[in-house]
C-alpha cells in the first residue's frame, strides 16, 4: 500500500519561497508519475506540476518560472520549489502518485499573505 507524507508548508509573504516535499512509501516509486495539486477555498482542485518516471515535467501556465518539481528516486521523495509566490497560490497542497492506480496524501497548507 502506498502511503504519500506531505510537508514544508507554511505561511509566507508575497515574493517568498517555500519547498514542499512529499515521502512514498513503497517500491514503485521510481517508475510512477508523481504530481503536485492544489485546492482553494471554494474552487476544484487542480494540476500544478508534474513529472514523469524518466523526468519529464510540465506545469500549468500560472506557476511557470516561478515553481519546479523535482524527484529524489533513492529517497522516494518528490519536490515542489515555490518561488516568488502571491496570494493566488494559496491552497492546501497534495501530492499524488500514478502507477495503475491513483494515490493522494493529505496535503499541506501553504498561505501566501502580508
Known amino acids: 500500500q502506498v502511503q504519500l507524507v506531505e510537508s514544508g508548508g507554511g505561511l509566507v509573504q508575497p515574493g517568498g519561497s517555500l519547498r514542499l516535499s512529499c515521502a512514498a512509501s513503497g517500491s514503485i516509486f521510481s517508475i510512477s508519475a508523481m504530481s503536485w495539486y492544489r485546492q482553494a477555498p471554494g474552487k476544484a482542485r487542480e494540476l500544478v506540476a508534474r513529472i514523469t518516471g524518466g523526468g519529464s515535467t510540465n506545469y500549468r501556465d500560472s506557476v511557470k518560472g516561478r515553481f519546479t518539481i523535482s524527484r529524489d528516486n533513492a529517497k522516494n521523495t518528490v519536490y515542489l520549489q515555490m518561488n516568488s509566490l502571491k496570494p493566488e497560490d494559496t491552497a492546501v497542497y497534495y501530492c499524488?502518485?500514478?502507477?495503475?492506480?491513483?494515490?493522494w496524501g493529505r496535503g499541506t497548507q501553504v498561505t501566501v499573505s502580508s
Open positions: 499524488n502518485q500514478e502507477y495503475g492506480r491513483v494515490y
